[in-house]
């Protein structure tokens, strides 16, 4: 089956400067790609998706991610971050049909 | 509005009682899912479901059954509950490779 890897547990950054949360998954053909964020007691939301075509694609609120199978990464980036993007963001990989599995999370921390 | 609704969302079990988490979906997806999240782990799939009637064993089956009466409802049963299963569960639904769509959690305390 598939799986994912999020390397950094907790990231910490200072609002406004640049961000990558990183995520490597596991799969031998082309699988379907997600980023969800989980802000505190709530359950997850979509930010982002990827299934073909342009290996960048771009989520809500300023977010984008980055296919590159050569690397099995789909890294989550954003240019400027503002301390209410302070949640948990998973990684997920699909495929087939078969159910999504997820990373552990990476707990961002935005320093005002 | 379409949703994910879970209940309870909260929950204290003894040791050795039945517990069943309940999730209903307006989706009208095929698919419905258990996870549970914990601290280091993420979510982890529990038990999931291509439409009424059908179960299949996830990631972490062992002490959970799962029923689906109904496109739009799908179960979580704990026999047996033992202070191991404390956690926060979530259902979520979804239709083929797309996003999968969650509720706001159950937190399952065994005490």
């Known amino acids: 089956a598939q799986s994912v890897t999020q390397p950094d547990a907790r990231v910490t950054v200072s609002e406004g400067a640049s961000l990558q949360l990183r995520c490597k998954y596991s799969y031998s053909g082309t699988p379907y790609l997600f980023w969800y964020v989980q802000y505190p007691r709530q359950g997850l939301q979509l930010l982002l998706k990827?299934?073909?075509?342009?290996?960048v694609v771009q989520g809500v609120n300023g977010f984008e991610a980055e296919f590159i199978k050569s690397n099995s990464s789909f890294h989550l980036r954003k240019a400027s971050v503002h301390w209410s993007d302070s949640a948990v963001y998973f990684c997920?990989?699909?495929?087939?049909?078969?159910?999504?599995?997820f990373g552990a999370g990476t707990k961002l921390s935005v320093k005002p | 509005e379409a949703a994910v609704t879970q209940s309870p969302r909260n929950k204290v079990a003894v040791t050795g009682g039945k517990v069943t988490l309940s999730c209903n979906q307006t989706n009208n997806h095929n698919n419905m899912y258990w996870y549970r999240q914990d601290t280091g782990h993420g979510l982890r799939l529990i038990h999931y479901s291509y439409g009424a009637g059908s179960t299949e064993k996830g990631d972490i089956p062992d002490g959970y059954k799962a029923s689906r009466p109904s496109q739009e409802n799908f179960s979580l049963i704990l026999e047996l509950a033992t202070p191991s299963q404390t956690s926060v569960y979530f259902c979520?639904?979804?239709?083929?490779?797309?996003?999968?769509?969650f509720g706001k959690g159950t937190r399952l305390t065994v005490v």
């Open positions: 979520a639904s979804g239709q083929g490779n797309t996003e999968v769509f």
């Open positions: 997920a990989v699909s495929d087939n049909n078969n159910a999504p599995r």
């Open positions: 990827y299934y073909s075509g342009d290996p």
